[in-house]
């Protein structure tokens, strides 16, 4: 099947320590079966396959695998239901899937094809066959090579087979996110934090957060932004046990004062597959959220509570990985070898890539380490502090079964408790729980949950709570990719309120340029958050 296309590849991606293939026309993916199947029982394999697959909407599992079922040879049949079991949601933009443990990978980028050429950042090194026209064949030539001059930013940091070591600057969801994307492609990867192994003093108390996707009416870069990353999440968290990570779903009510936008008009207008998100009425958020909610709103299935310092624990114990306590001042550069010094000019780690997650710190690293360029976006990085409040799930009718969001969140009990949240205190001296941040709390609370009673009911009560600092930068989107004229240095800060949603593709994303891979994320959206 597809003889004469496989032996071309065969021949070209000979003992290649890796390999790209486009195929414009993926369907149902019998280009990347046929690929992947010759991969396997090639003795002269690349050392990675990366097949990018472009298709205008992506079918059900269950259409592919009745499909594939009648069209492929019965030894394919195990990669077919490797495929059909990671087949992602119909949503626009790019999906990656690893295999192999990640030596082959599918990127689908779903929408229109020209749109897609024109937001892909990659070096291909072979275009499967079509039918397409030919003066379509040339276009996509020259996108493709329009899109290799776009990528050096990026990809010219690429490691060789003999250098896959790195440091990670900060313990948080940022350094931990990149730490474990390179970690799990083989790297040796040194994190060094202030409160060392598991980040404890950073997250300690932080016994709950909300992993939630957002929408817009015109899908603006946010949004898709958003969408990538929870995705992400989705796929490199989900192997964690529900102690970790567990996908409750999130309700985002429709607001009922202030500014109102019309929630079911807009999930209404988007087209989104029912499973990734739909609007629901009041009586049908009531009961899947186990609660009496007078607004209906968007129903998101897939989102995640996430216990904070349980996942960066579990992050840690990645291996390959190692943890060490220190406060980072300053880089240096010795050679290929970037040194991390303290306070007192002695060397914590060095390795030949350096990723700085330090959240508000890293400007301070880097400013002191003179790699900045003039007028960097990040000297315009501030700290916006806030607090979440828990609540018996007793005095909430027992708590959501999901994550009610809208002017602030209720979740799901944890040992009895709801989290609340969250406040923001502009311009705060110190991140601490306070009588105030706690009253706000209980307000949203109430009004999310329908629950007039519930302000008066705990009006001065003690409640326990976290606080914690925000990294904001103007716009709030993060900023993630390689510090520009500094060979083997990059940054992972700023994420904001989204470090959840925003740290597991900011990893894959460092980790794909570093790997040469496919970035597993639109130009468009590289381009704004890579602006150092």
Same mark, same amino acid.
């Given at each position: 099947m597809l003889s004469s296309e496989v032996s071309s590849l065969k021949d070209r991606w000979a003992n290649c320590q890796h390999f790209t293939l486009l195929v414009p026309e993926f369907s149902c993916g019998l280009a990347f079966l046929s690929s992947w199947y010759a991969w396997k029982k090639d003795p002269h394999q690349c050392g990675r396959l990366h097949v990018i697959g472009l298709v205008p909407r992506l079918s059900s599992a269950t259409e592919l695998l009745s499909q594939l079922k009648v069209q492929v040879p019965e030894e394919w049949h195990s990669l077919v239901e490797n495929l059909v079991s990671a087949w992602p949601f119909n949503l626009p933009g790019l999906h990656r899937i690893d295999f192999e443990d990640g030596a082959v990978t599918l990127t689908l980028g779903v929408g229109d094809r020209n749109t897609l050429l024109e937001r892909l950042r990659a070096k291909v090194d072979f275009v499967w066959p079509s039918e397409l026209p030919s003066f379509e064949k040339e276009e996509i030539a020259q996108r493709m090579a329009k899109s290799a001059c776009l990528s050096s930013s990026w990809d010219q940091f690429a490691a060789t087979t003999e250098v896959r070591n790195a440091m990670v600057i900060g313990a948080g969801f940022a350094g931990m996110g990149v730490a474990y994307a390179l970690a799990l492609r083989g790297w040796a990867v040194t994190v060094i934090d202030r409160h060392g192994v598991g980040n404890a003093s950073t997250h300690d108390g932080h016994h709950a957060a909300a992993l939630t996707p957002m929408v817009t009416r015109d899908d603006d870069l946010r949004a898709r932004l958003s969408r990538a990353g929870s995705l992400r999440a989705q796929v490199r968290w989900g192997r964690f046990p529900e102690s970790v990570i567990k996908f409750c779903g999130a309700i985002q009510l429709q607001r009922d004062q202030g500014r109102i936008v019309d929630l079911a008009a807009?999930? +209404?207008? !988007? %087209?989104?597959?029912?499973?990734?998100?739909?609007? #629901?009425?009041?009586?049908?958020?009531?009961?899947?959220?186990?609660? @009496? $909610?007078? =607004?209906?709103g968007i129903y998101f299935q897939t989102a995640a509570q996430v216990n904070p310092p349980r996942l960066i624990d579990a992050l840690s114990k990645t291996p390959g990985l190692r943890m060490v306590q220190g406060e980072v001042v300053r880089l240096s550069k010795q050679g290929d070898q970037w040194h991390a010094l303290d306070a007192r000019n002695e060397i914590l780690a060095h390795a030949n890539y350096v990723v700085v997650a330090s959240a508000l710190d890293s400007f301070n690293i880097l400013n002191k380490s003179n790699v900045l360029p003039p007028r960097s976006r990040l000297s315009k990085m501030h700290a916006l502090a806030g607090e979440i409040t828990y609540v018996q799930q007793t005095d909430l009718a027992g708590g959501p079964h999901c994550i009610v969001s809208g002017d602030g969140y209720v979740l799901p009990a944890v040992n009895g408790v709801c989290a609340t949240g969250s406040s923001y205190a502009h311009g705060a001296e110190y991140a601490v729980t306070t009588q105030v941040g706690r009253a +706000? @709390?209980?307000? =949203?609370?109430? %009004? !999310? /949950? @329908? @629950?007039?009673? $519930?302000? #008066?009911? /705990?009006? +001065? #009560?003690? !409640?326990? +709570? &976290?606080? %914690? &600092?925000r990294a904001v930068l103007p716009g709030r989107l993060p900023v993630v990719g390689p510090v520009p004229d500094t060979y083997g240095l990059w940054v992972a800060c700023g994420l904001a309120s989204r470090g959840l949603t925003w740290a597991p593709l900011a990893g894959d994303l460092i980790a794909a340029a570093l790997n040469a891979e496919p970035l597993p994320l639109e130009n468009d959206i590289i381009d704004a958050i890579s602006a150092i």
């Open positions: 807009v999930i +209404g207008s !988007l %087209g989104f597959p029912s499973e990734w998100a739909h609007y #629901v009425d009041a009586s049908q958020a009531s009961a899947i959220a186990g609660i @009496n $909610l007078s =607004r209906g +706000g @709390n209980i307000k =949203r609370a109430a %009004g !999310l /949950l @329908n @629950n007039a009673q $519930l302000e #008066v009911q /705990l009006q +001065g #009560v003690d !409640l326990p +709570g &976290w606080a %914690g &600092w």
